[in-house]
């Protein structure tokens, strides 16, 4: 079957009549009973979820080759999300929402016009998360929704489906393509029948959604590379090991997780000689292992584009710590050690990925990192003021001070550009660092 014909049949067989109950004529009370039910489908999804959690696990495990133990973490946020997402649907039922979006006792409404059919595009990192957050919120509305998942975890994408359907999804509302990404994600963009698009995948897959949607209402959710920065700190070991898990978790492809370690003088060669141990010492093996650490890539292209990536760095400069091999769909854990930063930063790196680079002192940040607004930076430094006035110069989406953020906090507030920081003096200029990264001057 042509792309074409896939996507006709698709759209074919959605309903003809889905829209959200506050705007189908349905009386006030009606409308209520409507996304009442939307909502109870969602609880006895989150429950239906609960009770597959192990045999979920392992099927993200064996399909995505993620281990075991990140695998059952993704299908408890996934819970969580639903849950979350359960308590927001009654308010589908109401066609104008009142609200005071800046708490100053504004009066404002929020009309709702929800789309009838949304198309949604979503990556393989999460096999299970990436498609509840593209299309169950859709759903709820009301809309119908054409999903085009990666073809190497389709099978989560229709286990999702079942249980969706079990939980009293109507089949009508979901249709799941499968087929090739650089065919049918184009023609799911580019069809006029789609009127808007929800996508999460890499950079790549974002700037290609932008060329062919052009004007189409899109949201996209896709991660830069996690930046941490280390001046002086408490503690060089614990942070080592603190980096490594958040930089491998989940095979190395989790969007801002850290990527690239920026290390002043004072602490560049001991914290290049801890992380290159803790890198060394995690555990490669069989994903449905539960010491395993690394699992295997998806497909063995993902792995051979991996390692062409690495190859290309290394011939222009960088050093080879350790790693930089793989096996069929296994990438071997690899540290870099890089002289020029910013090819590094604008590449696309899915996987088990570090690279640690020596800088001067923080005030080189801002010329260092540029406009770069997808990264996500970590500064630890015990001049904890010092580190907020640097945070109040950069562009990043968002900053922590002092801390690493969790793939699974983040997931909670994603697209919330912030910043935290850790200790309580430097709390008084959280307001105004804040502001600042909002784009407002202040003095």
Not at 25 to 40: I, K, M, W
Not at 282 to 287: C, E, I, R, T
Not at 407 to 425: G, T
């Amino acid at each position: 079957m042509s792309t074409r014909d896939q996507l006709d049949q698709a759209l074919e067989a959605l309903d003809p009549a889905a829209k959200a109950p506050a705007v189908t004529g349905l009386s006030a009370t009606a409308a209520q009973r409507e996304a009442n039910d939307a909502g109870e489908i969602l609880r006895r999804l989150a429950q239906s979820l609960e009770d597959h959690l192990k045999p979920l696990a392992k099927s993200i495990a064996i399909e995505g080759g993620k281990p075991v133990v990140d695998s059952r973490a993704e299908v408890e946020e996934t819970i969580w999300t639903i849950d979350q997402l359960a308590k927001l649907a009654p308010l589908t039922g109401e066609a104008e929402l009142l609200y005071d979006p800046y708490r100053l006792g504004w009066l404002g409404f929020l009309r709702r016009h929800p789309y009838r059919t949304v198309g949604a595009i979503t990556g393989a990192s999460f096999p299970l998360l990436m498609p509840a957050l593209a299309v169950l919120p859709a759903l709820t509305a009301g809309c119908n929704v054409v999903l085009k998942p990666a073809r190497a975890t389709l099978q989560i994408a229709n286990e999702l489906r079942d249980l969706w359907l079990k939980a009293g999804g109507n089949p009508q509302q979901l249709a799941i393509l499968n087929g090739p990404g650089t065919e049918l994600g184009p023609a799911l963009c580019a069809d006029p029948r789609i009127e808007a698009l929800v996508v999460y995948g890499s950079r790549k897959t974002a700037l290609s959604v932008q060329r062919v949607a052009r004007f189409k209402p899109t949201s996209l959710h896709f991660g830069g590379p996690g930046v941490v920065v280390v001046g002086q700190t408490h503690d060089l070991k614990e942070l080592a090991t603190e980096i490594v898990a958040q930089a491998f978790t989940n095979n190395g492809q989790t969007a801002f997780a850290p990527k690239l370690i920026l290390a002043t003088p004072a602490c560049y060669t001991k914290l290049r000689k801890l992380l290159a141990q803790r890198i060394l010492d995690l555990k490669s093996g069989p994903p449905l292992e539960n010491h395993t650490e690394i699992g295997p890539l998806p497909s063995s292209d993902r792995a051979e584009a991996l390692l062409d990536q690495v190859e290309h760095f290394v011939a222009n400069g960088a050093q080879l710590i350790c790693g930089g091999k793989h096996s069929a769909n296994f990438v071997i854990p690899t540290f870099l050690g890089l002289d020029n930063i910013a090819p590094f930063l604008d590449a696309d790196l899915s996987g088990p990925v570090l690279a640690i680079s020596q800088i001067d002192d923080f005030d080189a940040l801002p010329e260092l990192l540029g406009p770069r607004r997808e990264l996500l930076v970590s500064l630890f430094e015990t001049d904890d003021i010092y580190a907020a006035g640097i945070a109040r110069r950069l562009s990043a989406q968002a900053i922590y001070i002092n801390s690493l953020l969790q793939w699974q906090a983040f997931a909670h507030c994603i697209h919330e550009s912030a910043v935290h920081l850790d200790s309580q003096p430097a709390g008084q200029l959280f307001d105004q660092v804040q502001t600042k990264q909002r784009g407002y001057q202040f003095e």
